[in-house]
């Protein structure tokens, strides 16, 4: 299987699963429960292939009704798996404050075809 393929289901999972984290913490938890959702038809089989998979890994509940939306909610380890993404992001994204700490030192020997180590 490509690569690429995998990790656009990858992204598609986490893209799915960072919306329904998102809507949980807009409406709330009331409202969140009852939200129904529609499906691109263009797309239908992988977004639902992609809720079994979170489904599957209990970090969402959902459920397909007769007039094909979707209801779905994120669990509490949907949520944990959220906020882990967002800190290791955030870590990355913080250590590149920090770049070229170390200086590589370039021995002038080095850059003419000398020897490095005379010793």
């Not at 409406?27 to 079994?52: F, H, K, Q, S, T």
Request: glycine content about 6%; aromatic content about 16%; hydrophobic content about 40%.
């Amino acid at each position: 299987m490509d690569l690429l393929i995998l990790e656009e289901r990858r992204l598609l999972r986490y893209s799915l699963l960072f919306q329904l984290y998102r809507d949980f913490f807009t409406y709330g938890y009331e409202v969140c429960n009852r939200i129904n959702y529609e499906i691109p038809n263009d797309c239908r089989i992988e977004i639902i292939a992609a809720l079994y998979f979170l489904f599957y890994r209990r970090w969402i509940f959902f459920n397909i009704a007769r007039d094909k939306t979707v209801s779905a909610y994120v669990l509490g380890r949907g949520m944990e798996e959220v906020e882990n993404y967002l800190i290791e992001t955030g870590k990355l994204v913080a250590s590149n404050i920090f770049e070229d700490l170390l200086i590589p030192v370039i021995d002038k020997k080095e850059k003419t075809g000398g020897t490095v180590n005379e010793s």
